[in-house]
Every structure is written in structure tokens, then in C-alpha cells.
């Protein structure tokens, strides 16, 4: 059975990725996160690590950023990819089964020590749900992060909403 593309990988990377389930999910064990509440004990899911992807996919020496993109609601986060690439895990499933909306899935993103919200580049506002598409570029992409505290509310309570 084809499954669909879950993750895209490309922009400046040798080899781009358009992975399913079952690419993410056939990711040799050593490299898989089994329970990502190791990191986050509020969390839960199985992920494979973000670096493991970078490898297959080989960033161009001139890539400095990374790209987060979540189409589904349109949110966007760049980061320094030195900083990111040993931290990231890209969780894909709970159990046998793909993760779901409520989770932030199909994928969702989590930064495996990330700082409180607007207090760095790995901060908690960086764990993207939904997300598409990893694109690394040259200079710094798109950041819809919110600035301050005002918009980061307005930010959860629509979040909120749209989940009722
Ligand atoms: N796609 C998407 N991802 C997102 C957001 C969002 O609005 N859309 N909010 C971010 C922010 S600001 C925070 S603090 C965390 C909150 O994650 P949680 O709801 O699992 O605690 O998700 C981040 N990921
Ligand atoms: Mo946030």
C-alpha cells in the first residue's frame, strides 16, 4: 500500500526526502527515540533523531539554518543549524499508531532540552506540531514565533480554540 509523504527534507541538502510512515518508522533502532518522555515526562511518542534524517539527506557546507514549517496552521521557526542538529527528534507514532492531530501529529518536532518560551533559539515555542517540511537554507527563513508575551497568548488561546 502507498502511504502518503508525511516530512519533507530539501532546500540546500544533497539528496532531498519525502518520507511516510514507514520510511520513518523502518529507521534502524540505535537511531530511533523509543519513549521521548525520557526527555519530556509530559510527553509521549516514538521519534527518530533529526540528525539521523540530516545524514541521509546531507546539508550543503553553506546551510546555516533550518527550517520548521507547519502548513497546516502556518507556523514557521528558523534556527542556527549547529544548534539544532544534535538536538532535535522528529516523533512520527504513539504506540503503533501514527500520531495523532491532538498530539501535534502526523510529526511533530520536540527540541530534546529546550529553554522557556522567548528565552533562546532552542526555546519551548520551537516544539512545531504539524510539521510538513524541514527546509535548510543559507540565511535565517521564516519565524512566526511570537515576540512577546501578548502575542504568545493570543497565540495559545487561538490554538485553543481551533481545537474545540
Ligand atoms: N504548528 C504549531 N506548532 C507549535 C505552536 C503553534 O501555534 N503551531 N505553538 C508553539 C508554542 S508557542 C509552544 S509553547 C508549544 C506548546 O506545545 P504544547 O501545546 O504541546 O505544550 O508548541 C509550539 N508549537
Ligand atoms: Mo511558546
Redesign the pocket.
Known amino acids: 500500500m502507498d502511504r502518503p509523504t508525511l516530512l519533507l527534507i530539501d532546500g540546500a541538502v544533497e539528496h532531498s526526502l519525502s518520507l511516510t510512515f514507514d520510511d520513518l518508522a523502518s529507521v534502524p533502532e540505535s537511531d530511533q527515540v523509543p519513549d521521548v518522555s525520557r526527555y519530556h515526562p509530559?510527553?509521549a511518542g516514538t521519534g527518530v533523531m533529526l540528525e539521523t534524517l540530516l545524514e541521509r539527506a546531507k546539508p550543503l557546507p553553506d546551510a546555516n539554518y533550518l527550517t520548521l514549517h507547519?502548513d497546516?496552521?502556518?507556523?514557521h521557526?528558523s534556527i542556527p543549524l549547529a544548534l539544532v542538529r544534535q538536538e532535535g527528534i522528529v516523533v512520527y507514532r504513539l504506540g503503533n499508531t501514527p500520531l495523532a492531530t491532538a498530539?501535534?501529529g502526523p510529526i511533530?518536532?520536540l527540541i530534546r532540552d529546550p529553554t522557556a518560551?522567548h528565552t533562546g533559539e532552542l526555546?519551548?515555542?520551537?516544539?512545531?506540531?504539524?510539521?510538513s517540511r524541514i527546509e535548510l537554507t543559507v540565511r535565517r527563513g521564516r519565524d512566526?514565533?511570537?515576540a512577546d508575551e501578548a502575542a504568545?497568548a493570543a497565540?495559545?488561546a487561538?490554538?485553543k480554540d481551533s481545537a474545540k
Open positions: 509530559s510527553r507547519a497546516r496552521d502556518d507556523f521557526v498530539q501535534g511533530r518536532f518560551c526555546d519551548d515555542c520551537a516544539n512545531v506540531k504539524y510539521l512566526t514565533r511570537p504568545h497565540l495559545h487561538a490554538e
